[in-house]
Structure formats: C-alpha cells, structure tokens
C-alpha cells in the first residue's frame, strides 16, 4: 500500500531463532500498529506507538517486543520464535488517536518450523 | 478478546445483487468502521462512521450503527465480482495512549458471475 511498507514479506524460521520484522513509512504518522491475522481469530493488537520511543502492549503481546527510534519506522521482534508465532503479521498507519481510518501494509507471512 | 462478530461468516451471490453483512459489538465505541481484505492482500479502509451517526454513505455502501442494539451493518448494492473479499468491521473505543481497532473474524464474500 502507499506511503507503508513491510519486510520481509516472507519468512521461514526456526524454533528459538529471534526475527525481527520491519514497518516503514512515508506519511509521517504518529500512530503505527502491530496486528497479527490468524484463520477463526481476524487481527488482533500486538503492540502500537504512539510517538517516538512511546510504545504500549495490544491483547497479544507475550513473546514480542516493538521499538521505534524514527517516525517512519517500527519493529517487530519474536524474541525467541515459537510455532505458535507462525501468522500474517500486519502493520498500520492512522494520523490521528480516533476518527481516521488505519492505513494497513501488504503483511509479512512468517512460519516458524 | 474479539470486539466485533460478523454475520454471516460467508455469503455467496450473483453479480447485480446487493450483499449485507452485519457486525456486533460489546463495549461502547466512539467509531466504527468497516475494511475490505482481498486474498493474499492487506486491508483497505472502506468507511467510518462515528457514535453520534446513524447512516453513512460511500458509492455502493451504506453503512448503517445502532448503538443501542450494539450493532452495525454494511450493505454493497449492486455487486460486482471485484466485491469478492473479506469484510472486516472494527470498533475504535477512546482511553489509554491511543486509540486501538479492535477487529471482528470478519465476512466472506463471494460474487459470481
């Protein structure tokens, strides 16, 4: 999508491995996001930032650490990956705390094995 | 925990029908909105609607919200087989650092031709 990109798009990984994925953007939003997508549960909430260096956990956050040191980027860590941890993982964007629809990345397909 | 459940799961028509899919919530919200995911793809933010509004329109949507019955539906008029997609309804309810969209499983929806 526009103004929103994530790496890798694709990962295989080991059990126990750590992974980092990676969000960038170009449209100087405050807000970025951290979701991942798996069959029977939709999105659910990993991490968010809500300004640099400001992060705060979602519903699913064991097992994953976030940072961002610029406004155009945020990471993802799998600290030590398990094979509950293989998902589509998501990043969004939205400019404002409420009222502006999230602008969402294409997704990184991670499989831990 | 999911926010929002969609109704029905999956929904199958013809091109040139209109195809309605309903979304329930539990919690008070100040928005709702509604998102399209295309196979392998991310989502794409189709429309807003705040808690004080009781319709919306966009194109071929109309997005109806009853805050009483915690409940809200989406109705494409006219569909076309590009319509083919999952439809996500997410809430926005305000506090904390951000805001945060907490996402239903989402609707399957298959026009044919």
């Known amino acids: 999508d526009a103004g929103i990109t994530q790496s890798p798009r694709h990962k295989v990984t080991e059990t126990g491995t750590p992974v980092t994925l990676r969000c960038h953007q170009t449209e100087n939003h405050r807000y970025m996001y951290w979701y991942r997508q798996d069959p029977g549960h939709g999105l659910r909430l990993i991490h968010y930032s809500y300004g640099v260096k400001d992060t705060d956990k979602g519903e699913v956050s064991d097992g994953y650490s976030v940072s961002r040191s610029k406004t155009e980027d945020f990471l993802l860590t799998l600290e030590s990956a398990t094979s509950s941890q293989t998902s589509v993982y998501f990043c969004?964007?939205?400019?404002?705390?409420?009222?502006?629809?999230?602008?969402f990345g294409s997704g990184t397909r991670l499989t831990v094995v | 925990s999911q926010q929002g459940e969609e109704d029905p799961q999956a929904l199958s028509i013809q091109e040139g029908e209109n195809a309605t899919m309903n979304c329930s919530y539990k919690t008070s919200i100040n928005n709702l909105q509604w998102y399209r995911q295309n196979s392998g793809r991310g989502l794409v933010h189709l429309i807003l609607?705040?808690?004080?509004?009781r319709e919306k329109h966009s194109g071929r949507l109309r997005v109806t919200l009853d805050t009483s019955k915690k409940s809200s539906s989406l109705l494409i008029t006219a569909s076309r087989a590009a319509d083919t997609a999952s439809y996500f309804c997410a809430t926005v309810s305000l506090g904390g650092t951000a805001s945060k969209l907490t996402f239903g499983t989402g609707t399957r929806l298959q026009v044919t031709l």
């Open positions: 609607i705040r808690s004080n509004e």
């Open positions: 969004a964007i939205s400019e404002s705390a409420a009222g502006h629809g999230y602008t």
